[in-house]
């Protein structure tokens, strides 16, 4: 990993889906993700933090304008 304790790496993911077979209906969720854990425990669902939804018929065709926002606040 890395060899500064003091900092903890991270992953930003985006997935995107159809809630609904008979409506379109999309939404997307940008998460981010912290690496720094045990391989064991990497993939649970207890180091994975849902940053936004954006829900709509369609799935977002401009993600900058979202992750823009994301970005500023860090």
């Not at 992953?11 to 391989?39: E, M, N, R």
Request: hydrophobic share 40%; charged share 20%.
């Amino acid at each position: 990993m890395l060899d500064d304790t003091t900092v903890s790496p991270y992953v930003l993911g985006i997935d995107g889906f159809q809630p609904y077979k008979w409506k379109v209906h999309s939404i997307t969720v940008v998460f981010l993700k912290c690496l720094d854990f045990a391989d064991r425990y990497k993939g649970g669902g207890s180091n994975i933090f849902p940053l936004m939804l954006i829900e709509g018929p369609n799935e977002p065709t401009d993600m900058s304008v979202y992750l823009r926002i994301i970005a500023d606040e860090f």
